[in-house]
């Protein structure tokens, strides 16, 4: 992923559509358009309480609401249970930032990184670590389209993740990606697996939805 601007986004809908048809209100256009580094996104979290991603050079704001925020920790609660008894690695939360690739930083809703990537067995210091998860959890919400949730699962395997978990609340069900076209999509009367990225770790997806409002499943996410 290039830094500089691509000389194919001519318009801003240009810009959008490469993004994955996301809503222009999401994306900083007096920062460096096309342009912005990561050291530009480390001013901004440091001055704004938004959080934000960086994709082509471009800011995206990334829109955590509570619901997204609830089921995100929770699920860190239980991996955090099997991580206390199976010290394999550490968790980062809804707000840990990575730089998945040059150029290219995600922010997963949760992400597990095994201890063999950071042999000293210490978290990264770094505001923006350059790290890529073994296991990257995103909570889907109204704000992220399906393109959008496409290119993301794409570069996460690219840039070398094993295993991303695409948690629905509304649908009460969890999209568990092998690999960009290997799909199961497991209902609430199912459990999630740790594979061979969490071994022996379940849960129970009836568990983790168990407090959420009814109401759920009633909102659409764009195209």
């Known amino acids: 992923m290039s830094r500089v601007a691509n000389p194919q986004l001519r318009t801003f809908a240009d810009v ?9 209100d999401r994306v900083r256009f007096d920062l460096k358009p096309g342009r912005a580094t990561v050291r530009d996104l480390i001013h901004l979290h440091d001055r704004e309480y938004k ?25 860190g609660r239980q991996v955090g249970n099997y991580l ?5 690695g550490f968790l980062l939360g809804a707000d840990g930032t990575l730089r998945i ?18 042999p000293s067995r210490m978290i990264p210091h770094d505001p923006v670590p350059e790290l890529c998860p073994d296991l990257a959890v995103e909570v ?19 840039s070398g993740v094993r295993l991303v978990w695409f948690i629905d609340p509304d649908a009460r ?47 659409r996410r764009r195209s």
Request: include cysteine.
């Open 101 to 118: 690739m040059p150029h290219l930083v995600r922010i997963p809703g949760m992400s597990f990184v095994s201890w063999s990537k950071c």
């Open 173 to 219: 069900t969890a999209a568990v990606f092998t690999s960009p076209v290997e799909r199961e999509v497991l209902t609430e009367s199912q459990s999630l697996d740790g594979k061979d990225v969490l071994p022996g770790f379940k849960l129970h997806l009836k568990r983790l939805f168990a407090r959420l409002a009814n109401g759920h499943g009633q909102r």
């Open 16 to 24: 959008l559509d490469r993004l994955g048809g996301i809503s222009p």
């Open 51 to 75: 959080l934000y991603e960086l994709v082509e050079g471009f800011l995206v704001e990334k829109i955590i609401g509570s619901t997204e925020s609830y089921v995100a920790i929770e699920l």
């Open 140 to 158: 889907l919400s109204r704000t992220e389209t399906r393109r959008e949730m496409a290119r993301k699962l794409r570069e996460y395997f690219e």
């Open 84 to 88: 206390e008894l199976n010290d394999i």
